[in-house]
Nanobody, 114 residues
Framework: QVQLVESGGGLVQPGGSLRLSCAASGFIFAIYDMSWYRQHPEKENEREFVASITSFGSRTNYTDSVKGRFTISRDNAKNMLYLQMNSLKPEDTAVYYC?????WGKGTLVTVSS
């Protein structure tokens, strides 16, 4: 069955960096577009698109608020999706989810605070 397992979240100071990972299994990872979403703590049941990447990584897309700070990437040989997050801001605090169509991981919490 499809499994998406996020990792790499944690507490970081403003201006810091984190790299999130998503381990995918149960499907042919290389043929699917993948994306990252996030849910802010004050917005229950509302997940915000963060970034997406096409199956072979040729095209990426970002929400405006993370452009120039976040980079989505993938390693199809390892069935891994990544999100490099730099210059983090308190408003980036959220649970970050890996998504493939209607499949979601359980999320990893990122807290940006001094």
């Amino acid at each position: 069955q499809v499994q998406l397992v996020e990792s790499g979240g944690g507490l970081v100071q403003p201006g810091g960096s984190l790299r999130l990972s998503c381990a995918a299994s149960g499907f042919i990872f290389a043929i699917y577009d993948m994306s990252w979403y996030r849910q802010h703590p004050e917005k229950e049941n509302e997940r915000e698109f963060v970034a997406s990447i096409t199956s072979f990584g040729s095209r990426t897309n970002y929400t405006d608020s993370v452009k120039g700070r976040f980079t989505i990437s993938r390693d199809n040989a390892k069935n891994m999706l990544y999100l490099q997050m730099n210059s983090l801001k308190p408003e980036d605090t959220a649970v970050y989810y890996c998504r493939r169509s209607y499949f979601w991981g359980k999320g990893t919490l990122v807290t940006v605070s001094s």
